[in-house]
């Protein structure tokens, strides 16, 4: 299990990127699936996950949590 630092700013898909991110690249394995409170995080992880050459939903699994709307287009 990995986690996302404390610092975390949820309001900031940037910094949720960069959080990301440095999580997929410090782990030793990479996870199968990542779940996220929110669905903008959610969306946010996706981004971060492509970005890392990682396919979703192949290689890693993203469920969000809060169940907006406009989420069931991601």
Do not use: H
Request: charge should be positive.
């Amino acid at each position: 299990v990995a986690r996302i630092p404390e610092e975390f700013d949820p309001k900031s898909t940037r910094q949720g990127m960069e959080a990301i991110k440095r999580v997929l690249k410090q782990s030793p394995q990479k996870p199968t699936a990542i779940f996220a409170y929110v669905d903008i995080a959610a969306i946010t992880a996706i981004r971060a996950c492509r970005s890392q050459g990682l396919r979703v939903p192949e290689d890693v699994s993203v469920v969000g949590f809060s169940n907006f709307a406009f989420t069931e287009w991601s």
